[in-house]
């Protein structure tokens, strides 16, 4: 049997002589309660947030983008074709045309992108999933387009409004002088047949249609595309794919993943996650002081009880290990009643949404084992550490004296 255990064990859960000892201790292992629920509460959001962002991302981009090196357009080759139609890891691929284009609708204008696609382009990107209005593109209908939601708001144009088209601009390339304004650009006309949602920045930006037309108002060559745009099969690892085109395809290619293409957005939300995981680390911490000051407490309150065990031939380091024992004790029955509430508080969330983001959106949370491990593990060293620290003062000279 482990003696310093086992001394800690009824140290721990036998009242003290001093009833302020008690409070001290009951107030310690509230604060790791409070401090565990609020440590797992916080990872759990983040994963959840997380988990929802990615989802938008699915919707507007692809798990491999493939860019030209030099240039906005390149030509598709045959080769290329069959390079992409040839990798099993392939599940789908589209043809991509994309513009920053001006748009007029009466006496409104926006700013925003053309990306025409081909028929092939619901495969890559579930876009048709996120049509809050009307279909996706058909291809038995001409100069039909989608459009982002936010896009909708700003230019007040609804689906299926066909009294007056989206005329969509583009300035005519050339380095000779403008000499009538009305000649400066190429413009289609386009009826919207459909409104799709999704973040922000994706709902402003894009106005989809057919690929062909979209070559038609850049002058654009059949074969010129701006860009392809790739789907891999779930069981493939995408850097490992990206590499295997980039060896295939060479140097004229700029070969993107998703995450690259959104580097911005996963670099702030692990900074953000980061941060946020210090700042309540800091106050786990600064609660873990109660550990201390209990600690100090009962090895002040026992000291009788000490020189007894030092007299029966216990050694210093024993008796040391006793209060690091206890105050992880402490610290592991606090942590474990904290991370028990805390799951059962995501999970109350999961289940019924009682807090919302909108009306129809719960606030995101996740449970993930990761999460459970990060709790543990903080709490636990940082209870190791602060039962070191109490006990540290502990000395033969200060038992006896």
């Known amino acids: 049997m482990n003696f310093p255990l086992y001394i800690a064990k009824r140290y721990l859960f036998s009242k003290n002589s001093t009833n302020a000892i008690n409070i001290i201790t009951y107030i310690a292992t509230f604060s790791v309660i409070v401090s565990a629920i609020a440590l797992f509460v916080l990872l759990s959001v983040f994963s959840g947030l997380r988990t929802f962002s990615d989802t938008l991302l699915e919707a507007s981009d692809p798990d491999i983008k493939i860019l030209p090196k030099e240039g906005k357009v390149f030509n598709v080759s045959d080769s290329v074709i069959d390079i992409l139609s040839g990798k099993n890891e392939v599940e789908a691929f589209s043809m991509i045309v994309e513009e920053r284009v001006s748009l007029r609708y009466k006496n409104k204008n926006h700013i925003a992108f053309i990306k025409g696609v081909d028929e092939n382009y619901t495969n890559v990107v579930p876009i ?193 290990k006793i209060f690091i024992y206890q105050g992880f004790l402490l610290v592991f029955i606090g942590m474990s009643i904290g991370v028990f509430v805390g799951a059962f508080l995501v999970f109350i969330q999961i289940k019924y949404g009682l807090f919302m983001i909108t009306n129809s959106l719960p606030y995101p949370v996740e449970l993930k084992w990761t999460n459970f491990f990060i709790v543990v593990t903080t709490i636990s060293c940082l209870g190791i550490m602060a039962s070191k620290i109490a006990s540290s003062r502990i000395s033969k000279g200060f038992i006896e004296g």
């Open 128 to 320: 048709d999933s996120s049509l809050n209005v009307g279909t996706w593109l058909d291809q038995k209908y001409k100069n039909i387009a989608v459009i982002g939601a936010g896009i909708s708001y700003k230019l007040s144009l609804a689906a299926f409004n066909f009294e007056t088209p989206l005329q969509v601009l583009v300035p005519k390339p050339g380095t000779k002088f403008i000499t009538n304004p009305n000649r400066a650009f190429n413009a289609i006309d386009v009826n919207i047949f459909g409104v799709y949602g999704g973040s922000e920045e994706f709902q402003d930006k894009f106005v989809f249609t057919h690929i062909q037309e979209a070559q038609s108002l850049l002058n654009y060559e059949p074969k010129e595309v701006t860009a392809i745009e790739l789907k891999i099969k779930n069981r493939f690892d995408v850097r490992t794919v990206k590499k295997e085109l980039k060896t295939l395809l060479g140097n004229r290619f700029d070969i993107k993943t998703k995450k690259e293409l959104n580097a911005l957005y996963y670099k702030v939300v692990n900074t953000e996650n980061f941060i946020s995981y210090l700042i309540f680390t800091l106050i786990t911490i600064i609660a873990l002081f109660n550990v201390v000051g209990s600690i100090i407490m009962m090895i002040i309150d026992k000291k009788n009880n000490l020189k007894t065990l030092l007299s029966l031939g216990v050694n210093i380091n024993q008796v040391k």
